[in-house]
């Protein structure tokens, strides 16, 4: 099996559990999300994993489209650019605004005990490739001296720790720039843009 589909199944992005932990860091940041349509947007945004064999590698960004159009058919337009723009690495490729799911789907990674996190994704196979990317030497920069430490020379729990710190700067340092689902905004047009960009991402523990 695809190591995606795992990751749906079990694994980081698991269907009866990433929804609602991306629910309780919209919750966290802004109020609770009584909009059915953004639960849609929560149990579909990361469909685009199934089948795929990494998780953060070059075109993983594309793993927004198939949810997004699931959501699109469902909720229109606006709810689609939502998911579209839930990916850091769609943004940045396509020079678009991070939207309101992008900071809740980070959100969810922060709030994800370690005693959840750990075991899942080791048993799906992502931790391995979570661990290497966020300690890949060109991301040594974008880390505190204290973060550096911990990703860097720790065990899984420290990595863990310090991964789940960095996000959570990246997430406050963000905060007042979301732009929330437009729906005259054409995801689709703008990505014909997309394979121009060769900026790297950072990784984000399956969050990208
Ligand atoms: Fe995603
Ligand atoms: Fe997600």
Not at 27 to 35: A, E, H, I, S
Not at 61 to 86: F, N, Q, T
Not at 175 to 195: C, D, F, H, K, Q
């Amino acid at each position: 099996m695809k190591l995606g589909t795992k990751s749906l199944l079990w694994g980081a992005h698991a269907f009866f559990l990433h929804p609602f932990q991306v629910g309780w860091g919209w919750r966290q940041l802004w109020n609770f999300p009584w909009d059915v349509r953004l639960w849609i947007c929560f149990f579909f945004h990361d469909a685009g994993y199934i089948k795929r064999d990494q998780m953060d590698g070059d075109g993983s960004e594309e793993h927004v489209i198939l949810g997004a159009e699931i959501v699109r058919s469902i909720c229109g337009p606006e709810y689609a650019d939502e998911c579209y723009r839930h990916s850091r690495e769609w943004c940045r490729q396509t020079g678009q605004p991070y939207s309101r799911l992008c900071l809740a789907d980070k959100m969810a990674f922060v709030l994800t005990p370690w005693w959840l996190y750990l075991p899942m994704t080791r048993l799906t196979g992502e931790l391995d490739e979570y661990m290497s990317r966020s300690r890949e030497d060109h991301r040594r920069s974008g880390y505190t001296e204290e973060q550096r430490e911990l990703i860097f020379n720790g065990g899984q729990r420290a990595w863990l720790q310090g991964l789940q710190s960095y996000t959570l700067s990246w997430v406050e340092a963000h905060r007042g720039e979301v732009v929330p689902g437009r729906a005259n905004e054409s995801a689709v047009a703008v990505r014909a843009g997309v394979m121009e960009c060769t900026e790297v991402a950072n990784s984000n523990g399956g969050e990208r």
